[in-house]
């Protein structure tokens, strides 16, 4: 009764499998691709090195207290770095704020924005603290299994302060009034997939998380994270099988006798699915032990889609940060595009991440590494003409804005849109962050962790509890190990 297979290596499939592992289990993690990380793997090409998904380090404690459980720290496997600034936000052509790194440095530029505003920005962040220390050291280690998970007694004497049914836009309004303030507490929403008018205020916690916790990056990249993961996990005894196309899971009445694997049967006593959560069921599961329906997956907001193009570029750029946002065109609209009426942007705001700046390690001497993301719509027709479009888009106001030319440096270049996280990580609509974090998908409204019907298969992931990003995700794997552990106990004794 102690062989699990883990379906998948992405951060949740990672952290399940080191807890199940420390636990007892005999685990083996199986993955389709031919390197572990899922979205956040990585690729070389011409001596570049790139993240293919995540590049903000942010909530260095939640990284901290994942190894602490196994008596490591994030600087066995990584050397950290606070960035200052931390990011840049491009408003118009050359018009743009650095955000510096440190609470005082802050107040001195909302002052400069907003006189009085810097008094507001200390009461937010209290606000956000205490939202924090409740949300990522309690609530999002809730199984969301029953509403009485919530009737916690220090949870409900909170639950007014948490600002739960309140929408984030709105409660940013309430501190601030100059737009460039309110553009930038509300960028760290885009993190949790929805609008900020549809985002409880709750997650001005992503705030503290920005503004006092700080952006920090790995050296190496973040890919570092996984591979220390991937360490810490083979020490525990993981087994990894990669290029493991997980088919089907078997199912005998209610349990689960094992999966098809590149067409072979192998028996085990648990299944954890950390894919993406619709292909489970839909596709490798029996229809009579679906716990959801497609009708139910296609009322669910999905988080955005991403166009991603990844550059190698034979030249050092001026005037960019390691983290620049462009806000140079309207949110309003480009959201709309996003949520109410998917469609491709008409004028989007983009993303761009230059990790060379920080860490000569990510491309060759004298080289630039980039990276741009437009989050766009789930399930678009993506075609190639369309990504083209977009990469001149983006380039030419990415080149007006550092008043250099790139185009002709580029020496490597490829594109990523739905067909490629479609492809790769059977994600559904081809998103790229899971599930949204609206306050109907909170807690125990997200797709459970558990199946009624098989009661031997676990979810995890960025479409189940606690949501997307890499630290919940690897909170993820941690509380569906706590669940699949609290139910053998109640098996075996
Ligand atoms: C472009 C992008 C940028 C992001 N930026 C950030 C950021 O800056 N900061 C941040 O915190 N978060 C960011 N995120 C979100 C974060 O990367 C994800 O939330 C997290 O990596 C998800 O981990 P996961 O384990 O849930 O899923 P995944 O990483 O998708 O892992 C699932 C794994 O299952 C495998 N799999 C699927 N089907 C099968 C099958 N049938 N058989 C075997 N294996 C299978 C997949 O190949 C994959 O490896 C970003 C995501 C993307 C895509």
New binding site residues.
């Given amino acids: 009764m102690n062989q699990i297979a883990v379906?998948?290596?992405?951060?949740?499939?990672l952290s399940a499998s080191c807890f199940l592992a420390q636990a007892g289990f005999e685990v083996t993690v199986?993955?389709?691709?031919s390197s572990?990380?899922?979205?956040?793997?990585k690729f070389e090409a011409q001596g570049f090195t790139f993240d293919?998904?995540?590049?903000?380090?942010?909530m260095p404690d939640v990284f901290e207290e994942f190894f602490s459980h196994f008596g490591k720290k994030p600087a066995d496997y990584y050397d950290l770095v606070r960035l200052d600034p931390s990011y840049r936000i491009v408003y118009s052509g050359t018009d743009k704020l650095d955000i510096p790194a440190g609470i005082s440095k802050l107040c001195n530029l909302f002052e400069s924005l907003e006189p009085g505003s810097s008094q507001q920005l200390l009461k937010f962040l209290e606000e956000g603290k205490f939202k924090y220390d409740i949300g990522i050291h309690d609530l999002v280690h809730k199984p969301g299994l029953s509403v009485t998970e919530l009737l916690d007694v220090d949870l409900f004497k909170g639950v007014f302060r948490l600002h739960v049914f309140e929408s984030i836009a709105a409660y940013i309004r309430k501190f601030f009034t100059a737009p460039k303030l309110i553009q930038l507490l509300e960028f760290p929403v885009l993190?949790l997939g929805a609008k900020p008018s549809k985002t409880p205020a709750l997650y001005s916690l992503m705030n503290y998380a920005d503004m006092s916790l700080g952006t920090w990056y790995p050296m190496g990249g973040m890919f570092k994270v996984i591979e220390g993961m991937v360490d810490l996990a083979s020490s525990l005894g993981v087994r990894f099988e990669f290029n493991?196309?997980?088919?089907h899971v078997e199912v005998n009445s209610t349990r689960a006798n094992g999966i098809v694997i590149n067409g072979k049967f192998q028996s085990f006593d648990y299944v954890v699915a950390?894919?993406?959560y619709h292909?489970v069921e839909q596709e490798?599961l029996p229809a009579s032990h679906r716990r959801y329906s497609e009708q139910y997956w296609q009322k669910r907001v999905m988080a955005p889609s991403?166009l991603?193009f990844y550059l190698g570029v034979n030249k050092k750029i001026d005037h960019l940060l390691h983290h620049t946002l462009f806000f140079d065109e309207d949110f309003t609209k480009h959201a709309e595009q996003i949520y109410d009426d998917p469609q491709w942007p008409t004028a989007p705001q983009f993303y761009v991440s230059c990790p060379s700046k920080t860490d000569p390690s990510v491309a060759p001497p004298g080289n630039e590494n980039i990276f741009i993301?437009i989050p766009v719509a789930p399930g678009l027709t993506d075609e190639e003409s369309t990504r083209e479009r977009y990469f001149e888009m983006v380039l030419a106001r990415l080149e007006k804005h550092i008043g250099q030319n790139i185009r002709d440096h580029i020496v490597f270049r490829r594109s990523y849109a739905h067909q490629d996280?479609i492809k790769?990580?059977?994600?559904f609509k081809g998103n790229?962050?899971?599930l949204a974090n609206t306050l109907l998908q909170t807690a125990n409204l997200k797709p459970s962790i558990i199946n009624k019907k098989v009661k031997n298969l676990f979810y995890?992931?960025?479409?189940t509890v606690p949501g997307?990003?890499?630290?919940?995700?690897i909170i993820?794997g941690k509380v569906v190990a706590k669940e699949l552990i609290k139910s053998h106990k109640e098996i075996v004794n």
């Fill in positions: 379906i998948g290596s992405g951060f949740s499939g199986f993955e389709k691709n572990p990380g899922g979205r956040a793997r293919m998904g995540p590049s903000w380090y942010w993190f493991s196309n997980v088919q950390s894919a993406d292909h490798l991403s991603i993301l996280f790769d990580y059977n994600a790229a962050y899971g995890t992931g960025q479409l997307p990003g890499v630290p919940p995700s993820s």
